[in-house]
């Protein structure tokens, strides 16, 4: 059977409880099917070599924009459904990316970390979906996550000056302190985690390809300050875009300035090519 839409009531408890939550049947075999079948088309192939395929754990983003399925699958209301409950109802996509496992055994160990820590917002209401295409076991390097850790606060990813995509703050994950789980959807399920959940995956012992396209979204008054904008970033995925940045210190009303070319000025076109074309598409426009 195939999961309902939204959430229950305990689910989104244990969500805020713990910052992450795993489930089966999401989606049905001939969607994920269809899905792998995306995954291996050359527009995405393209993006990664065959030696890292092979050795390492691999990160091909801003897939939405190469594949009508990864777009539909974005927006998918099986998907939307369950996090609109937990950032809100108007979403925007920060980014997109297929991650691979190499099939080579005791490789594609990914280090401890937290999303948040790579592309910083005005506040903490991102969360990521992980769609699996294959099942997560701890044999093929699933994702552990700490339980509660997103109510830790940012935790150190600096290292000799510079950033590091390791959290520098170990005894989260080797003491018995704190709860370390597996995280094990089956192929069509998914996992959502909060973007301050501390979270690593280790080796692949299967010899087979691990493979899970993931959604890193976003509330729209989520306003990015640091890394990347990507081909898809800023691409609305519920609701509408409100001209509205929520910070630490409260909510920031933003001039509409028209003549800039933009209704916010430079600063807020932090949306890529892409995702702009496909708002123009959707009839999306800042609201005020």
Known sequence: MINQIGLSPQQIEDYNKDGFLFMDDVLTPEEVEELREACESAQITMLRSQQDYENSTVHSLGITALHPAILRLAKHPAIVQKII?????NIQLQHSKLATKPPSKGRGIFPWHQDYAFYPHTNSDLLSVMVMLDDATPENGCMSMVKGSHRFGLLSHEKNGSFTPECQENRYWTSDEYEVVDVTPRAGGISIHHCLTLHGSAANLSGKPRRGIVFSYRADDAY???????????MLICGTKQGVVRCDVGTVWLPVRPFWGNPYGNAWNQVGPFAEETNKQDGSSPQK
């Open 85 to 89: 409950p937990l950032i809100g109802p």
């Open 224 to 234: 990015q300050m640091a890394d990347t904008i990507f081909d898809d970033t800023g």
